[in-house]
C-alpha cells in the first residue's frame, strides 16, 4: 500500500504544482518549492551551527500560536538543540518568524520519499514533534528508518478524521508504528488513535496545549497606547471580527451597521481569515457607506480614523495585537459551516467572546469557554446583531466575560507540563 500511494503522489505531482504555483501568485508569497523538494539552504543550516535540532512541524496559523509554550518549555529544558520549526501554509509561516524561541524556519516538504530523506539528511534533527496530527507515511517511515524519534502532540481527531483514517486503518495502522509516542487532547481522541492502529502503550492523554496560552489583560493606559499606535479611537467601543470567511462579513457588518445606530463611539475592526480577501471584503463594506482602510497602508493614513471608517486587515501576526485593545469580538468560522476558529485567543486578553453555532473544530474549547462566562454563542445572524447590541450597553457584563477567560485558562492549562514529561523520556533514550 506504500508503493500505491507513492504511484498517486508521482501522478498527483503536476496538480500539486500548479496549485502551489497558483497559490504563490494568487497571494503574492514565494511558493518555496526547493524547500517542499527537500532542498535546505545554507541560510538554515548556518543557523544551527552544525548542531542537531529539535524539528517541531505546525501545520498553520492554530497550530503555531498553540505550540508556542511547548517551545519555550524544550528552549528551557534543551538549550544544547536548536529549534526549527516548520508549516504548510504562507500564514502559519508568518506567525512562525515572529517566535522568538525559534532558530529557524521551513517550509514541511511534499511527502515524496527523496524529499523528506534530503530534508531529514540536512538537518539531522534529534526529535520530532508535531502538533496535531498530520500523519505523512513516507516522512514517518524516514524517520524510523534513521532512528530520529518522532511525538505527535496536542493529537486531535476530527468526527470527519476519523471515519477517514478509520476507513483505511489497515494502512494507517502501519504508519503508526513509527511514531514513538502520541500525547492526546482527550480520552475521546486517545480512544480514536487507538483503534485506528497506534500501539495502546505509546498513548498518553495530556490535555491541550491551547489552553496554555497566557492570560494578558492589559491595562487601560497600555490599551490606549496600543489603539493611538494603530489610529484607533482612544474611548470608543472596539467591535472587532477575526478569522471570517466569506458569507460572514455581511452579517458582521449588519451588525455593526445597527451597533452605529445605537451609539456613535463604535469602531469596527474586520480581519478576513485570508488576507487576501481585504479587496472583497472592503468593497461589501462600502455597501454599507463605510469607508475601508487597509491595514497595510496605516503609515499613511493619519492619526484618527474618522467616522464612517474602517479597518480592514490584510496582513498577518497582529490579530492578538488587536483582540487586546478590542471591547467585544466575533470569532468567525461559525457563522458558515467551516468549523470555527480558537476562542481562546481573544478570551485570553480578557476580552468577551461571541462565535456561531459552526464550532466542530474547537467543540470542547467553545463549550467550556461558555461554561466559564467567558463566551456567548449565537445561532444565526439577527442573534449576533442582538448579542452585539446587548453587550454594548452592558459594561459589567463585558468585564466579567473577560474574567471568565482568565478562570477557564487558570483551571484547565498544565498541558506543556504533561507534554514535556513524555519528551523527556522520548529523549533520554537517544541521547
Known sequence: MLILYDVILWILLPFILVYHIYRSFSRERPAALPQRFGFVGTDVTDKLEGRRPIWVHAVSVGETVAVK???????????????????????????????????????????????????????????????????????????????????????????????????????????????????????????RIISIGAPSDKVSVTRNLKYDVPFTRI???????????????????????????????????????????????????????????????????????????????????????????????????????????????????????VGGHNPLEPASCGVPVIFGPHMTNFREIAALAVAYGAAREVRDPEALKMSVLDLYNNQEERLGMGEGGGRLLSAQAGSTGLNMVIIDRILKGVQ
Open 219 to 337: 491595562d487601560l493606559e497600555e490599551k490606549k497606547r496600543t489603539r493611538q499606535r494603530f489610529g484607533i479611537p482612544e474611548n470608543g467601543f472596539v467591535f472587532t471580527a477575526g478569522s471570517t470567511h466569506k458569507g460572514e462579513d455581511e452579517y458582521v457588518l449588519s451588525a455593526y451597521d445597527s451597533l452605529r445606530k445605537s451609539g456613535d463611539d463604535a469602531f469596527l475592526v474586520l480581519v478576513p481569515r485570508h488576507p487576501e480577501r481585504a479587496g472583497e471584503v472592503s468593497a461589501v463594506s462600502e455597501k454599507y457607506g463605510l469607508k475601508p482602510v487597509l491595514f497595510s497602508s496605516l503609515p499613511n493614513h493619519g492619526s484618527l480614523f474618522e467616522k464612517d471608517e474602517i479597518l480592514v486587515v490584510d496582513t498577518v501576526g497582529v490579530l492578538l495585537k488587536l483582540y487586546a485593545v478590542s471591547d467585544l469580538v466575533f470569532v468567525g468560522g461559525s457563522l458558515v459551516p
Open 69 to 191: 509554550p511547548l517551545l519555550s518549555a524544550l528552549k528551557k529544558s534543551y538549550p544544547q538543540h536548536p529549534l526549527v520549526i516548520s508549516n504548510m501554509t504562507e500564514t502559519g509561516r508568518s506567525i512562525a518568524l515572529n517566535i522568538a524561541d525559534a532558530d529557524a524556519c521551513i517550509y514541511f516538504p511534499f511527502d515524496f520519499a527523496f524529499a523528506v530523506n534530503r530534508l531529514f539528511s540536512g538537518l539531522k534533527p534529534v526529535l520530532v514533534v508535531i502538533v496535531e496530527t498530520e500523519l505523512w507515511p513516507n516522512f514517518l517511515r524516514s524517520a524510523c528508518s534513521r532512528s530520529i524519534p518522532v511525538v505527535i502532540v496536542n493529537g486531535r481527531i476530527s468526527d470527519r478524521s476519523f471515519r477517514s483514517y478509520f476507513r483505511f486503518r489497515r494502512f494507517f495502522g502501519r504508519v503508526l508504528q513509527y511514531v514513538g509516542a502520541f500525547c492526546m487532547q482527550s480520552d475521546d481522541d486517545a480512544n
